[in-house]
């Protein structure tokens, strides 16, 4: 089936994994979108210099990170930036993956052509001026998501922000099991078993790249990464479904094997988003 202007094969999916399509900003504040390859641009790269931006600047990952500090309260930006990279991989996993199994292509997110705005929730975050065709074979999905958006993404945050590469590579791999876990659960519910089945089959293969390899284990529609996004870190936050650690570190202890089981975690695919911390002092946040 051919991508149709509106993509609105998407719809009854619900938020993660909706993407808004327009040739005019369908924003009441358009001054706040910004392309993605703003986000990934190199004149930012000083992070300690990131919190005398002002927020009504360009600096869409520094707004992102800032807003996500405030709501979630913890005391480090590199856990903001963390679940800040892990929420746009989310979005970005799960349209791709949805166009890839509903039509059998996906719109090419050039980031050029892919506008965020850094203080919005999905689905009104994404905007897509227009829907260009491509294949939806997993080697597409790769270079559409991982490729153009995820590894240049993962080093805007590492330079800006100090956070590892392997966890931001454990971020992206945490993001694309949660997309296809959703994607399987609402194909099931629909008795659509062929989807279903295209959306665990794409999914294993993409988490099978080169830049995914060895992020984790997958076991089903389940995942257990091998790296942890810091949501612990976060006041109350616990452990997320799929960290390595089966309880939240301590500064002295060294890692322990993963457990079966879990304590609460972030939001992902599927959730609906929590409401907002009141602000402290310094930035943190969240990641799954």
């Known amino acids: 089936m051919d991508l149709d202007p509106a993509l609105s094969a998407l719809r009854p999916l619900g938020g993660f994994s909706v993407l808004r399509v327009s040739r005019t900003a369908p924003s009441r504040r358009p001054a706040a979108l910004a392309p993605l390859a703003d986000v990934y641009a190199p004149e930012y790269g000083d992070g300690s210099a990131d919190v005398q931006v002002p927020l009504e600047c360009s600096d869409p990952l520094g707004r992102r990170v800032r807003k996500v500090a405030a709501a979630l309260g913890a005391a480090e930006t590199r856990v903001a930036a963390s679940v800040a990279q892990q929420g746009l991989a989310a979005r970005l996993w799960s349209v791709t993956l949805a166009c890839a199994v509903l039509y059998g292509r996906v719109p090419d997110l050039d980031p050029r052509l892919l506008h965020w705005d850094p203080e919005a929730t999905a689905p009104d975050d ?85 830049l995914l390899a060895g992020t ?39 890692p322990r094997p ?12 599927g959730d609906s988003p929590p409401p907002p911390r009141p602000p402290r002092s310094s930035p943190g946040a969240r990641s799954g």
């Open 258 to 269: 993963p457990e079966p089981g879990s304590l609460p975690r972030p939001p992902e695919p």
């Open 216 to 254: 984790g284990t997958l076991t089903g529609t389940s995942f257990r990464r091998r790296s942890c996004c810091l949501y612990y870190r976060v006041p109350g936050g616990g452990v997320c479904g799929d960290c390595c650690f089966p309880t939240p570190p301590e500064p002295t202890r060294s």
């Open 126 to 210: 994404l905007w897509l001026t227009e829907v260009r065709a491509r294949p939806g074979d997993g080697g597409t999905v790769a270079d559409v998501v991982l490729t153009t958006h995820l590894a240049p993404l993962a080093e805007a945050v590492h330079t800006r922000y100090g956070v590892a590469r392997g966890l931001l590579r454990g971020n992206a791999a945490s993001a694309l099991a949660g997309a296809g876990r959703e994607l399987d659960r609402w194909a099931r519910r629909h008795g659509r078993t062929d989807t279903a089945a295209r959306a665990r089959s794409l999914t294993a293969g993409l988490l099978a790249h080169p």
